[in-house]
């Protein structure tokens, strides 16, 4: 089977593009020999360890290298890249990691494949709320047309296949693949105490990923006299300023660390002792996952598709989303007890190798392609 993954990558990689490209490792892996892999990205891609992996692997790439254009050239350059690729035949199957990618590439896609597949990471309507009007209008609109163009979707959680269904009625095109983790980059977990109980947030800097929330709960427990926390941020967005400022208004200074945006994310996930999900809207929770695959404990919000990674006290602690309080009290519940942090991050462990592998993701949507090319 031949398959085109179409991630852009224009400035960077988003978590939706970095879980297509796991499952393409998944697809390398489990299917070796009989499934045929070439995506078509920007060089920007290549800073992930992914894409490093997946050429290992053996997949082709096909690399736009003009990303500094304007987005109406960009998207026009890559769908002529992808046309380029009918020189070795047509695909089986062209699988976009974002709708914004379907929606502007779809006329060169239909052309270069027998079916067209995508894979859904969030709700432009909860992500755009803060965004210009048109804006908002642009992204819903692209939303919903991709799911009407795509021949079959593939929701990232079960929340966000509810989701889909309720919005576009679809039901029968759209199917739950949960995202994968490369549990092989966060599997080793070993880390040394440096004599601080070491919390940690990686995200996007934007206020639905509930930055803030962390912040605010940190300062609970310090004024509990809770002693050594630290907490480390790694990620960046619109919301760094807003938050370095609260975090000096909230006197964190020397509690807090503001790493920006970091290729080696393991590193961190490997060094902490609690890894915080504090989001107000999440389809999935990536970094949840990607602990457990660490083995380390996790506090979410009980929103989105958190829930199908944690289960409450057996793969992380859950709180009500908003609540700063509760979640502070389930950090000191964690605190406390490195004989429950043990626990809940062998648990987890298991659950990510078990459930949420490059290859048992690949396992789920190779049953999609088949079932999209035999309609």
């Not at 790439?61 to 026009?76: E, V």
């Not at 859950?318 to 406390?336: C, D, G, H, P, W």
């Amino acid at each position: 089977m031949r398959v085109a993954a179409v991630i852009p990558a224009k400035g960077g990689v988003t978590g939706a593009s970095l879980a297509v490209a796991h499952i393409m490792l998944g697809l390398l892996s489990r299917f070796r020999g009989k499934v045929d892999v070439t995506l078509v990205t920007s060089p920007e891609a290549l800073n992930y360890p992914v894409f490093r992996r997946l050429r290992e692997k053996g997949a082709k790439f096909a690399l736009f290298r003009l990303s500094g254009l304007p987005s109406s050239f960009y998207w026009f350059f890559l769908g002529v890249l992808l046309l380029s690729l009918l020189r070795h035949g047509q695909f089986h199957v062209c699988h976009f990691s974002t709708p914004k990618a379907l929606f502007y590439l779809w006329p060169f896609a239909k052309i270069v494949s027998h079916r067209i597949i995508l894979s859904l990471e969030g709700y432009p309507p909860y992500e755009l709320s803060d965004a210009r009007p048109i804006q908002r209008m642009i992204g819903i609109l692209a939303w919903r047309f991709s799911i009407e163009l795509a021949d079959h979707v593939a929701a990232c959680s079960e929340w966000m296949r509810k989701v889909a269904v309720k919005d576009s009625g679809h039901a029968g095109k759209i199917s739950t693949v949960h995202n994968p983790v490369d549990v092989e980059r966060f599997a080793e977990a070993a880390s040394k105490s440096n004599g601080h109980f070491r919390l940690l947030v990686v995200a996007r800097l934007h206020r639905v990923k509930g930055v803030d929330l962390a912040l605010r709960a940190l300062r609970n427990l310090l004024d509990r006299n809770t002693r050594g926390v630290m907490l480390t941020i790694v990620g960046d967005g619109p919301e760094r300023a807003r938050l370095k400022k609260l975090a000096r208004e909230l006197e964190l200074d020397e509690y807090v660390r503001f790493e920006g945006v970091r290729y080696d994310v393991e590193d961190f996930v490997k060094q902490a002792d609690v890894v915080l999900v504090p989001s107000r809207y999440e389809p999935f929770g990536m970094v949840a996952a990607e602990a457990g695959a660490a083995g380390k404990p996790v506090v979410a919000s009980k929103t989105g598709g958190l829930p199908e990674i944690v289960e409450d006290g057996v793969t992380g602690l859950l709180f009500e989303t908003e609540n700063v309080v509760m979640l502070a009290e389930k950090i000191s519940q964690l605190l406390k007890s490195e004989e429950d942090r043990k626990f809940i991050g062998l648990n987890a462990s298991k659950k990510i190798f078990a459930c949420f592998s490059p290859e048992a993701a690949a396992e789920k949507m190779f049953r999609v392609y088949l079932y999209a090319l035999r309609q």
